[in-house]
């Protein structure tokens, strides 16, 4: 038997100021517990999918002008982004998106607020995975590192407990021994929490190895997908969208 979806995208469109459609008809799934990888090239409309999902999107100027989004079987459209992240569905922007004035427990400490009764113990998972934010806890978020920004990113979703994690582009202007770090500390939330988790990357090679299933995208709508090994012995796949050789 198929895994109940978190996440269920059906026939989205997206139009951007009115006049630019950015996403022609999408459609994909995140069965529960499960990293799904969502690739393809620059100015597919990734970032906009994740956008149209946690509802960001409305910040830019941005609508869904056709198809649903589902999450845990309710729809998201006409939901704030807070009221999702409330709900359960975290998204971790491209960027990383820290609040550079507050110290690394601040940034911790508020993205806690989203939820009730978070208690010492998630904070010291987060320490736990990433014993540099330990060291670092007490200076301000706008000192770290790229690596450590993007660590710091993905701690704030882990004590905010989410159901699901939309993760933009974790290894953007990462070095390669830190993008494979981030990767396994990705792999082991979901191991260890059960989290779902939709991931968008350029780095196809990293998303395979953390997802079972991916799909890829050009110019807005899905033009391939599968599970991740499938995938990975397609050579067409590989030379054309992942340019894997
Ligand atoms: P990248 O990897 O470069 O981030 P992407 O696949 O995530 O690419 P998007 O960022 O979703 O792609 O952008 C898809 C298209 O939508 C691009 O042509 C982009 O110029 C356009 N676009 C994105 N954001 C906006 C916006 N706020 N207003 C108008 N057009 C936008």
Do not use: C, W
């Amino acid at each position: 038997a198929e895994a109940p979806s978190v996440l269920e995208v059906t026939n989205i469109e997206v139009v951007y100021n009115h006049t630019v459609q950015v996403l022609r008809g999408l459609s994909l799934r995140v069965p529960e517990g499960q990293v799904v990888a969502l690739l393809g090239s620059n100015g597919a409309g990734k970032t906009t999918t994740l956008k149209a999902i946690s509802g960001l999107l409305a910040l830019e100027n941005g609508a869904l002008t056709a198809g649903d989004v589902l999450f845990s079987g309710t729809t998201t459209r006409g939901r704030k982004p807070h009221e999702l992240v409330h709900a359960g569905l975290f998204h971790v922007m491209e960027g990383r998106h820290v609040f550079e004035d507050l110290t690394v427990e601040e940034n911790l400490v508020a993205a806690t607020y989203s939820r009730a009764g978070a208690s010492a113990r998630d904070f010291d998972l987060v320490y736990e995975y990433f014993p540099r934010l330990y060291e670092r806890r007490k200076g301000l978020a706008g000192y770290l590192s790229g690596g450590e920004q993007q660590m710091l990113a993905i701690g704030r979703a882990l004590v905010a407990n989410p159901r699901l994690i939309l993760l933009d582009e974790p290894s953007l202007g990462l070095s390669p021994l830190l993008t494979e770090e981030i990767f396994t500390i990705i792999a082991r939330i979901n191991a260890e929490h059960g989290t779902s988790m939709l991931v968008v990357e350029q780095n196809a090679a990293m998303a395979f190895a953390v997802a079972s299933y991916a799909y890829i995208m050009e110019t807005g709508r899905i033009v391939t997908d599968g599970p991740v090994e499938t995938l990975m012995r397609d050579q067409d796949v590989r030379e054309f969208y992942l340019g894997m050789g």
